[in-house]
């Protein structure tokens, strides 16, 4: 599976957006980016996912850039309880067993 | 839908004693379950991936016989930390994906806090 390249920290307004980035530049064309997030002392909690178009649900959006080797997680308003740490993860669709390999992630603090 | 649960949240044992934890998929029949370990400050490691009715893929590193995963339904799986030692204190998560866990999202449980004293 590819390798993916995350900032280690990042501070966010409460109300204004969060735009976490994601450097994946080995991705193959069969990839997928998933992002999950995980709150302290909980388990990760799934947020979205994408392979080239970008995608949107009631939690985020993701952009994915046309050569697909960057992304961005983007939480429109974000709230104190969206403080966690970001997992971008690429993960093939037929090898290994479908397993995700978490890299450090983004820790997301956002500030009242 | 896609929950995931573990059971217990929190246990501590002393040293030599095995301890059991269950993970449940409430409202999907899971095929594949995964099982990683995080230690404090640390990301998640996965420790190995069962597939229902077949035996589990450790990863590297992992030793099977200390931890025993069964996943004898589409809904558990088990994993037994076999005479458990301080070192072995961590937070164990699972996480569940149905279809074979090919291409499909996992979704997580919340996790067990052991502690081994």
């Known amino acids: 599976d590819a390798k993916t390249t995350q900032p280690t920290s990042m501070d966010c307004a409460e109300g204004r957006a969060a735009n976490l980035p994601c450097n994946h530049s080995?991705?193959?064309?069969?990839?997928?980016v998933y992002w999950y997030r995980q709150i302290h002392s909980q388990g990760p909690q799934y947020i979205i996912h994408g392979l080239k178009n970008n995608e949107t649900n009631e939690m985020a959006s993701l952009i994915i850039t046309e050569d697909r080797k960057s992304s961005t997680l983007i939480l429109p308003h974000a709230t104190l309880r969206d403080t966690a740490v970001y997992y971008c993860?690429?993960?093939?669709?037929?090898?290994?067993?479908?397993?995700?390999?978490f890299g450090q992630g983004t820790e997301l603090s956002v500030k009242p | 839908g896609a929950v995931v649960s573990q059971h217990p949240s929190r246990v501590i044992c002393k040293s030599g004693t095995s301890v059991k934890i269950e993970c449940r998929s409430l409202?999907?029949?899971?095929?594949?379950m995964f099982w990683y370990r995080q230690f404090p400050k640390q990301s998640l490691m996965l420790m190995a991936t069962s597939n229902e009715g077949s035996k589990a893929t450790y990863e590297q590193g992992v030793e099977k016989d200390k931890f025993l995963i069964n996943h004898a339904s589409l809904t558990l799986s088990t994993l037994t930390v076999t005479s458990a030692h301080p070192e072995d204190s961590s937070f164990y998560i699972c996480?569940?994906?149905?279809?074979?866990?090919?291409?499909?999202?996992?979704?997580f449980g919340p996790g067990t806090r052991l502690t081994v004293l």
């Open positions: 993860i690429v993960r093939a669709l037929y090898n290994q067993g479908g397993k995700l390999i």
């Open positions: 409202d999907f029949q899971a095929t594949t």
């Open positions: 996480s569940a994906s149905g279809a074979g866990g090919r291409g499909d999202t996992q979704y």
């Open positions: 080995t991705i193959s064309g069969n990839e997928y």
